[in-house]
Structures are given as structure tokens and as C-alpha cells.
């Protein structure tokens, strides 16, 4: 079956439906899941419909806004941030940029834990008030309401006077070939300056960014040390990233 013919059944089928399967999709094609796999990759790329665990949705019904997409994969994200807590020691300096993930392991961390945690991130200030010995360091600049963090030229030059032991990048999309990148470009330009003054770049994404391309590039998957997903690291769709040299957890 030709792929437009695919992509057409998809994109008409969503119409009526909020969720479609790979395993439903396949069926009534009679094409491969890996197949529809790909054209679902290939329309969220694009932007006609938004990728999700186990097949598609329409795109208007991804939350776009900061307080929906906080509970959009709740699960996974805390699973991320137990995963990422591990890495975390007492006397480290933190970048933690903006990011519903991000909001995940701040809430999270030990109430004793000694850190010093400089973000962009709007969210995370009132979720670590308690944290009596966290030196939080918010960055100015213009407030994105989108991602609920500063943005602009004079965070990145304020971000140029820090060096992290550990940087927790949210992402936007993950992808072998195209690397990290990010929905709105303030937010890569963001991120592009934390990754250079960072000993350790840890990038998080929940399987919904895994191998998804958005708009604004970030940087090449070699320039992260760590990728974190809500996955378990033999999942098959990580296969992707195994050749490269980071590690996965």
C-alpha cells in the first residue's frame, strides 16, 4: 500500500478517534506495527498528529500548556526522576532547565540534600522552599508562559558564569540522527549555552519524545553523557540509540 494511502487512513481515522493503536492501524492495512511505526513518526515530525506510547493522537488533544502537560505522563515522569535522583550527590552544582520532567525531580529530592541548582525553571521555586540547604539561583530574563521558564539573551549570558557538575536537559524530541531538540527556539538557545558550561549532560525524555524531531536544534546526541526514559533499558525502541556513545538508563 502506498505511504500517502497509510497516511491518509491515519490521519482520517484520527478525526474520530482521540487514540490509535499500532496494533490496530496494522490490522486493517495489513502492513507491518514497524511500518506504522514509521509513518506515525514521520506525521508527528511534521506536526499532524502527536506520538505516543504504543501509537498516535490527535494533536489537539497533547496538553500544550505547562499545568496539563505536568500531569501528561505523570507516571512516566516520576519514573524518570527516580531514575535521575540516583545521580545526584550531596555538594553538586546543578543546571536544571525548564520542563514539566524537570518539575518531577525537584519534587523529589531529599529535604537535606546539600545543592546548589540553578535553573530557568518558574516551577520548581516553590518546590524547593523547604530544601533549607539548596542554594536555588533562578536566572532572569523574559518569562515563556509556554515552558514556564526565563528565556532570552541575558539568561544565556547570566547562565555563562556557572559550571555544573550536572545538567538535567527536558527535551522536546530525541532522535539518533537529529539529536535534541526543542519546541521554541529561546528554549534551545537555553539549553545550547547550560550544555556548554556543564561537566555532564543528562537529557530525559519519556517514550512520547523518543525518535521525534522538533523544529529547533539543541545538539548531537554526542554531546550528551546520559539519556533517562521511563522505559527499561532493553526496550526495542531504544535500539536506535545503543550504537551511540551514552549511556542509557
Do not use: W
Not at 72 to 79: A, P
Not at 207 to 224: G, N, P, Q
Not at 230 to 247: Q, T, V
Amino acid at each position: 500500500m502506498l505511504k500517502e494511502k497509510r497516511f491518509d487512513f491515519i490521519l482520517k481515522n484520527l478525526e474520530q478517534s482521540d487514540l490509535l493503536t499500532y496494533e490496530y492501524i496494522a490490522s486493517e492495512l495489513g502492513v507491518s506495527e514497524d511500518t506504522i511505526r514509521r509513518d506515525i513518526d514521520y506525521l508527528h515530525r511534521i506536526g499532524l498528529l502527536s506520538k505516543v506510547r504504543g501509537g498516535a493522537m490527535q494533536r489537539s488533544k497533547n496538553p500544550l500548556n505547562f499545568q496539563d502537560r505536568d500531569e501528561y505522563l505523570k507516571k512516566e515522569k516520576d519514573l524518570i526522576a527516580l531514575k535521575a535522583i540516583r545521580l545526584i550527590r550531596d555538594n553538586m552544582t546543578l543546571f536544571m532547565d525548564g520542563g514539566t520532567t524537570i518539575t518531577a525531580i525537584a519534587s523529589m529530592l531529599p529535604s537535606n540534600i546539600n545543592l546548589r541548582i540553578i535553573t530557568t525553571n518558574m516551577m520548581i521555586v516553590s518546590l524547593l522552599q523547604r530544601h533549607k540547604n539548596i542554594e536555588l539561583i533562578v536566572l532572569g530574563g523574559y518569562y515563556h508562559p509556554q515552558t514556564a521558564s526565563t528565556v532570552g539573551n541575558s539568561t544565556c549570558e547570566q547562565t555563562k558564569g556557572f559550571i555544573a557538575d550536572l545538567y538535567f536537559m527536558g527535551t522536546c524530541g530525541v532522535h539518533a540522527e537529529y539529536g535534541i531538540s526543542a519546541i521554541v527556539n529561546e528554549d534551545a538557545e537555553v539549553k545550547k549555552t547550560m550544555l556548554k558550561t556543564s561537566k555532564a549532560v543528562i537529557a530525559l525524555a519519556n517514550h512520547a519524545r523518543l525518535r521525534t524531531a522538533s523544529a529547533f536544534k539543541v545538539c548531537d546526541m554526542a554531546e550528551i553523557n546520559v539519556l533517562i526514559t521511563d522505559l527499561p533499558s532493553d526496550d526495542e525502541a531504544l535500539n536506535d540509540f545503543r550504537s551511540l556513545n551514552i549511556e542509557i538508563i
